[in-house]
């Protein structure tokens, strides 16, 4: 429990410094196109940062806190490739760090489906 709690409350830290950085540092720098590829990065580090708070929570109660756990790094995984890829594209420009982005949907996905089947 308490490895998640840690971990999602450390994203939601970052998701926030990052959410001002944005919107203080970057908006004057960036395109509107680029500005909008770096908030949804920040969309998702907070709404899966929560989610990491959430399964940290929830853990101690479900029969399968292994799958929990294991849901609670997926998530992690996708904060890092998916939020960290756009987050990069967004700065550099490089638009080849988009290749990267599926494989964080593909973990946030992965970790959501090991919740369910958690919890049923």
Do not use: C, N
Not at 5 to 12: A, F, K, N, R
Not at 61 to 83: N, P, T, V
């Amino acid at each position: 429990m308490q490895t998640l709690v840690v971990l999602g409350s450390i994203m939601m830290f970052l998701a926030v410094a990052l959410g001002a950085f944005g919107a203080h540092a970057l908006k004057r720098k960036l395109s509107a196109d680029m500005i909008k590829i770096y908030e949804t990065g920040v969309q998702y580090h907070i709404a899966h940062g929560l989610g990491l708070i959430l399964l940290g929570l929830i853990e101690g109660r479900l029969e399968q806190s292994s799958l929990i756990m294991a849901a609670g790094w997926l998530l992690f995984a996708g904060i890092l490739l998916f939020s960290g890829s756009l987050y990069a594209l967004s700065i550099t420009g490089v638009r080849k760090l988009g290749a990267i982005t599926p494989l964080g949907g593909v973990a946030f996905l992965a970790g959501w489906v090991m919740v369910i089947i958690a919890a049923l």
